[in-house]
T-cell receptor, first 109, second 112 residues
Framework: SQQGEEDPQALSIQEGENATMNCSYK?????LQWYRQNSGRGLVHLIL?????REKHSGRLRVTLDTSKKSSSLLITASRAADTASYFC?????????FGQGTRLTINP | NAGVTQTPKFQVLKTGQSMTLQCAQD?????MSWYRQDPGMGLRLIHY???????DQGEVPNGYNVSRSTTEDFPLRLLSAAPSQTSVYFC???????????FGQGTRLTVV
């Protein structure tokens, strides 16, 4: 079974709106990472947040981490059509990196 | 730098055949991993390695073998292919803990 769970499984919004997706996990972590995947291609790294960090920003992306609740959220502001993709959270413990099932985000023009 | 290179990109096997999926990275990363992704699903970890000569099982290791004789290469062997192994396989490399993973473009495998 996968150690991360994303919510929602699918999200459809209008261009320009903000998109929020969540990730919950069960084990202790060194860091949590968010990735984007376009149409069956390889995953592309977006942002990494360490277990001792609570919030990170990168351009239009904002990631929060609450280790007490074992959860993280990814916020994409001012969405664009090019943001249409699947988004995955990766959980890295001592060594291995495991992923959840992802959120399928669709941005409607 | 080429990054992470996977070969082949596509493969069709008959049930019971064996084959090796190749993965090579030129970034001198210590960590390498193999994942499979089924339609509409996330990535499930098959095997991973934290350095040459060191491998360990992931979430779905049955039916697969790996070895890590060099830092650069991490081949995945299917011992006796089954239709349930039809999937897209991704290889990834990571420099170490608290660093990002770099993914190959994937190998699309069909077992008939």
């Amino acid at each position: 079974s996968q150690q991360g769970e994303e919510d929602p499984q699918a999200l459809s919004i209008q261009e320009g709106e903000n998109a929020t997706m969540n990730c919950s996990y069960k084990t202790s972590i060194n860091n949590l990472q968010w990735y984007r995947q376009n149409s069956g291609r390889g995953l592309v790294h977006l942002i990494l947040i360490r277990s001792n960090e609570r919030e990170k920003h990168s351009g239009r992306l904002r990631v929060t981490l609450d280790t007490s609740k074992k959860s993280s959220s990814l916020l994409i502001t001012a969405s664009r059509a090019a943001d249409t993709a699947s988004y995955f959270c990766g959980i890295q413990g001592a060594q291995k990196l495991v992923f959840g099932q992802g959120t399928r985000l669709t941005i409607n023009p | 730098n080429a990054g992470v290179t996977q070969t082949p990109k596509f493969q069709v096997l008959k049930t019971g055949q064996s084959m090796t999926l190749q993965c090579a990275q030129d970034m001198n990363h210590e960590y390498m991993s193999w994942y499979r992704q089924d339609p509409g699903m996330g990535l499930r970890l098959i095997h991973y390695s934290v350095g040459a000569g060191i491998t360990d099982q992931g979430e779905v290791p049955n039916g697969y073998n790996v070895s890590r004789s060099t830092t650069e290469d991490f081949p995945l062997r299917l011992l006796s292919a089954a239709p349930s192994q039809t999937s897209v396989y991704f290889c990834a490399s990571i420099e170490g803990v608290n660093t990002e993973a770099f993914f190959g473009q994937g190998t699309r495998l069909t077992v008939v």
